[in-house]
């Protein structure tokens, strides 16, 4: 019996595996973390051994799959594609446990929120992903990888622990790789940003992500990587205020006000107008509902002593306080 209801048997774990190591983008963490596989448990190495034994028995499908060594360009290029599922699906059939292994095939799931939602989902595997607002994002499962490719926004992951499926966030020529934790993704205007607050990640960047740049995130830490595969230095992170969202609110401190201004447009259908040159550089601190956007606007006049009108429902616009001088 299992010991997590989210890890499978040892034959189920050994066919991804499989799978998983004669992936294109299997790399030298994937190998280690096969290793302690191994290593965990008799019955590993023996379904493993099994699965391998099958599969030099058949020399025919092999060739079926990884494509004839002078055949035509076309059934290679095919071949090439379906390769991985192909040697899975040949295994999992001849050991008769495709029917009942929930790993297998590929799952695909797309989750949107407006601007002001936030969305929770527990994953299929058991993992936790909620969404900040105006936020994209499409998850796909298979057989030796889970991928969520962001669009847009901010989401948080909670990873169920999975070492034969690696837990990957895509972002902007970018992707942050879990190693066991809790973690949040923001794809920003300019640059994606990764904040770690248990655990660690690997955040690789650069076009398609070919680690042009890699770094090791532990909890409490942020960097920001753009479209080019720059990567800032990680930086020590306010936990409280990186997830306040979670909690429907916002913590801001000692931000400027033009910062504000952007966030306040994140999180409500507004344009936010600074009609004084003198208030962008005005510093903001405080905690604040991220659904009130009255009592935000009415607290930042108050805090700058400043006016605040709405010549629409649309726009907002702050002016330094003339009555002051």
């Not at 494509?67 to 040697?87: E, H």
């Not at 601007?115 to 989902?121: A, K």
């Not at 890699?214 to 960097?223: A, D, F, I, M, V």
Request: hydrophobic share 40%.
């Amino acid at each position: 019996m299992s010991d997590h209801p989210n890890t499978p048997s040892p034959a189920e774990a050994a066919s991804a595996w499989f799978a998983r190591l004669r992936s294109p983008d299997c790399g030298a963490a994937d190998r280690l973390e096969f290793e302690r596989w191994l290593a965990a448990d008799p019955r590993h190495r023996q379904e493993y051994q099994t699965l391998e034994s099958l599969w030099q028995a058949m020399s025919p499908l092999q060739s079926v799959y990884a494509g004839p060594s002078g055949g035509k360009p076309a059934r290679r290029a095919v071949a090439k594609r379906f390769y991985p599922v192909g040697i899975a699906a040949a295994l999992l059939l001849a050991v008769g446990l495709l029917w009942r292994n929930p790993y297998f095939g590929e799952h695909y799931q797309h989750y949107h929120t407006d601007i002001g939602e936030r969305l929770g989902v527990t994953l299929a595997d058991g993992s936790l992903l909620e969404l900040n607002t105006a936020t994209d994002v499409t998850v796909r499962y298979d057989t030796g990888r889970r991928e969520l490719a962001l669009e847009r926004g901010e989401l948080f992951a909670q990873v169920a622990h999975q070492p034969w499926r690696p837990f990957v966030v895509k972002a902007d020529g970018g992707e942050t790789r879990d190693i066991g934790t809790q973690f949040a993704v923001y794809r920003g205007p300019a640059s994606t940003t990764v904040s770690v607050f248990e655990g660690e990640v690997e955040v690789r960047s650069g076009a398609g992500a070919q680690a042009l740049a890699t770094t090791s995130l532990r909890g409490g830490e942020q960097l920001a990587y753009n479209a080019s595969g720059r990567q800032s230095a990680p930086i020590a992170i306010d936990i409280e205020a990186r997830q306040a969202w979670r909690r429907g609110e916002i913590i801001w401190r000692n931000q400027s006000l033009a910062q504000v201004a952007a966030e306040i447009e994140r999180y409500h259908p507004v344009r936010i107008q600074l009609a004084s040159p003198g208030l962008a550089s005005q510093r903001i601190s405080g905690v604040f509902k991220a659904d009130d956007l009255n009592g935000i606007v009415s607290a930042i006049a108050a805090l700058l002593d400043a006016e605040a009108r709405r010549p629409s429902p649309e726009v907002v616009v702050f002016t330094e306080n003339r009555q002051r001088l």
